[in-house]
């Protein structure tokens, strides 16, 4: 083996790796490429590495697609059966939507309060869209790449995304309302207040308004009506003020 | 700022199937898989081909367009259509293949599909081909490197998991788990030295 030149050190690699994986900020990918492009030495063992690196990855995809294959086979062998159910399911649907509507008439007041709460949360609540994602080279990469997993209900792992992110941007307000929006999706409403309300305090934050919206929600469905009215007041989307016109005449 | 509900299986934006794509997102991956393939295995089955072989040109045209994603090729193009290039690149591929099979057979075939003559492709081609040749030698290499150095590179490289995660799936500590995975690349590279010296 030694009649090969010596393989890269392992820093080396994990720079080479960082790079391949897209996880460097714009300035040091330049400043990288800068590196590559007057360094032969470096632009060789660079391209070595990564023939390797393309080949494990090509692999894997590879190995992926076979199981993609299968399961665009299955489904189209499922369809039938699958239509059927769903004309069932529709025929129970209008039930349960005659239901809904003949409750709904009845007003929410006739519920005891913690109930009525529950219920206008339910009613109310639906998470945020999210952002459209843009691509390009730029330092947002992580945080488009982990909405798109948002966007998808993948909110673990969006979370798990994000957070990493906050460590270099503990204030910034996009970050904590996407954390707050995606903790109380997946029912973390205590986490969700305390980044939404991070999110409040920075300064002429965009979403302000949506983020006293959803703290509104969580106290309304934890049965603080009280915080809730106020939460609520404060925020000026046309929801929340039908909310809050709700919250105030139930309690008079 | 409107809230509606997200379905589970909402389209991808042009943006984000390439970016998906760049960083192996399987759900975007799969999406696309599943958008593209009926198109292209319909183009096949009424051109002389059979399921078997829709499976194969699709899956090669696949990982073209993979690849050319990644090295930035649609970067610049503002309409992109990722839908759109994949099954074109399916659907030269198999002209190129229903192309040698006539040259082979001599037998006029009736397709649907007008067979163009050679062009300038071909030059870019045998480039491909050799580019090709370098690939198949490396994937002899990663076939030889043993299964547990395999798994840690996929997961690493393709999966895009966390050294943390990847060292709990594998149950060793964070630390040896970075040292194995360059251990492991080195090993890949030794595999492959020796494969292209000895031809």
Redesign the interface.
């Known amino acids: 083996?030694d009649k090969?030149p010596k393989?890269i050190s392992?820093e080396q690699?994990e720079l080479f790796?960082r790079y391949l994986?897209?996880e460097m900020p714009i300035a040091e990918q330049l400043s990288f490429k800068a590196r590559l492009a007057d360094n032969d030495d470096l632009s060789k063992s660079f391209e070595?590495?990564k023939?390797?690196?393309?080949?494990?990855?090509?692999?894997?995809?590879?190995?992926?697609?076979e199981d993609?294959?299968s399961?665009?086979i299955e489904?189209k062998e499922e369809t039938p059966t699958k239509t059927l159910n769903i004309s069932k399911f529709r025929f129970n649907y209008r039930i349960a939507a005659s239901v809904t509507i003949l409750l709904a008439i009845g007003g929410f007041w006739f519920f005891n309060s913690q109930n009525s709460n529950e219920k206008l949360f339910n009613e109310y609540y639906?998470?945020?869209?999210?952002l459209?994602?843009?691509?390009g080279a730029n330092d947002n990469?992580a945080f488009?790449?982990a909405m798109?997993d948002y966007?998808?209900?993948?909110y673990d792992i969006a979370i798990a995304k994000w957070e990493k992110l906050l460590v270099s941007k503990p204030e910034n307000d996009t970050l904590n309302y996407f954390l707050g929006s995606a903790y109380l999706a997946i029912e973390e409403p205590t986490r969700a207040v305390s980044f939404l309300e991070k999110a409040i305090q920075a300064k002429s934050s965009s979403f302000r308004n949506?983020a006293h919206y959803y703290v509104g929600l969580i106290y309304l469905k934890s049965g603080k009506q009280q915080k809730a009215v106020e939460a609520l007041n404060s925020s000026e989307l046309q929801k929340a003020a039908e909310l809050h016109q709700k919250l105030t005449a139930s309690q008079k | 700022m409107q809230t509606k509900p997200i379905t589970n299986h909402k389209p991808f934006s042009q943006k984000e199937l390439v970016a998906g794509v760049k960083t192996n997102n399987q759900q975007v991956l799969q999406c696309l898989y599943e958008l593209v393939f009926p198109k292209v295995r319909s183009l096949v089955l009424k051109n002389n081909g059979d399921d078997a072989q829709a499976k194969d040109i699709f899956q090669e045209a696949f990982v073209s367009t993979w690849r050319n994603i990644k090295d930035g090729r649609l970067d610049d193009d503002e309409n992109v259509n990722v839908e759109g290039y994949l099954f074109r690149i399916a659907k030269n591929k198999w002209m190129d293949h229903l192309r040698s099979a006539n040259y082979k057979k001599t037998i006029s075939h009736n397709t649907s599909i007008q067979i163009e003559n050679p062009s300038e492709d071909e030059i870019v081609e045998n480039f491909e081909k050799e580019d090709q040749r370098k690939r198949m030698a490396l994937r002899q290499a990663l076939d030889r490197l043993g299964s547990e150095c395999k798994t840690v590179l996929q997961l690493f490289y393709f999966e895009r998991k966390s050294m943390d995660v990847i060292s709990k799936e594998l149950n060793i500590a964070s630390a040896s788990a970075r040292n194995k995975k360059y251990r492991c690349m080195e090993k890949l590279r030794t595999l492959s030295l020796e494969i292209k010296n000895n031809g």
């Open positions: 083996m090969n393989y392992q690699q790796e994986m897209g070595e590495f023939a390797l690196f393309e080949t494990v990855e090509e692999a894997a995809l590879c190995e992926k697609l993609f294959h399961s665009v489904q639906s998470p945020d869209p999210g459209p994602t843009v691509m990469y488009y790449e798109v966007k998808q209900g993948n949506e």
